[in-house]
């Protein structure tokens, strides 16, 4: 196990240089001048501005210019803004905001999709069934600021239920709202996931050998049948884990939360390059640890999987 963890770390820095390479490059690459948007509408000081860009190193090549960010990166330094201020700083005081969310948004989709989707196969072909199946499509097919602003009319503003924007309430009356509508989409695509694997799973020999050993029910399902079920569903909920985080751009705009996702939002729309490119690697470093929890889960939901 400890080789494999080793082996698995080794192969993330190559991709963490490759994504926050290309990504680097495309935001680097975008027209404008961030040194004059500093200035705003007035024409900035040539002096000043000659001595900002060669601060940054905005003359020199690209190539030249990510080597100084990702040498910041491996030494825990995410970069400065253009005035001055370091992410870090901008890290520290959003990141938390984002995490409630993206774990209580973890939470209801995990426990409340697999509890549906154990009882859609259990009950297959019968209303359970039909209502998971039905409910899960319409939350599918209903987009997030949809979903958002027709739960903060009805449940915030008409019914006075929960909080509808901003943080001031606290964990957890200010995230439920919030968490609900982010975990919708992936907590419909769990149960219908969960659904399909247990259905799978419940017709396999080795759960029809069990019954005819005379298992009791409730150990055929929660032993044999559920935790072999929950491999695909773990998989998804360790991708979707990092996708919450950045996920959070449109529903921390919607709730007007401070966290990433409204930072990032706000940078992209100010030009504001080093705090986008900073933000997005803080993602990418969350997606990596996220696959690397999911491979070493897969040995603890199946016996038989092991890591040389």
Excluded at 131 to 137: A, D, E, N, P, R
């Amino acid at each position: 196990m400890g080789r494999f963890v080793v082996r698995r770390i080794l192969q993330a820095i190559p991709v963490l240089i490759g994504v926050t390479f290309l990504i680097f490059y495309l935001v680097f690459a975008l027209k404008g001048d961030p040194i004059q948007a500093l200035a705003g509408e007035k024409r900035a000081d040539p002096n000043v501005a000659a001595m900002l860009r060669e601060q940054y190193h905005l003359n020199d090549p690209k190539i030249v210019q990510y080597w100084h960010y990702i040498t910041g990166v491996f030494t825990g330094d995410l970069g400065t803004t253009y005035t001055g201020r370091p992410i870090s700083e901008i890290v520290s005081e959003r990141f938390p905001v984002t995490l409630k969310l993206a774990l209580t948004a973890f939470g209801i989709e995990a426990v409340l999709g697999i509890t549906a989707g154990i009882f859609a196969a259990l009950k297959r072909g019968k209303f359970v069934d039909n209502l998971v199946l039905i409910s899960t499509l319409l939350l599918i097919s209903i987009p997030v600021f949809v979903l958002g602003s027709v739960l903060q009319l009805e449940l915030g503003v008409k019914l006075g239920i929960t909080p509808v924007a901003g943080i001031d309430d606290g964990w957890p009356n200010s995230y439920i709202l919030p968490a609900v509508v982010l975990a919708s989409t992936s907590m419909a695509y769990i149960a219908r996931l969960t659904r399909a694997s247990m259905t799978e799973s419940i017709r396999a020999d080795y759960v029809r050998t069990a019954i005819a050993k005379g298992l009791p029910r409730r150990r055929v399902i929660g032993i044999h049948t559920l935790r072999n079920s929950l491999i695909p569903v773990v998989t998804f909920l360790g991708m979707d884990l990092g996708a919450l985080m950045g996920g959070a751009i449109i529903t921390e705009r919607l709730f007007n939360l401070p966290g990433i996702g409204g930072q990032l939002a706000k940078s992209v729309y100010l030009r504001e390059r080093p705090v986008v490119v900073g933000l997005v690697t803080l993602l990418v470093l969350i997606y990596l640890v996220a696959n690397l929890v999911v491979d070493l889960l897969y040995a603890v939901l199946d016996p038989r999987i092991r890591y040389e």
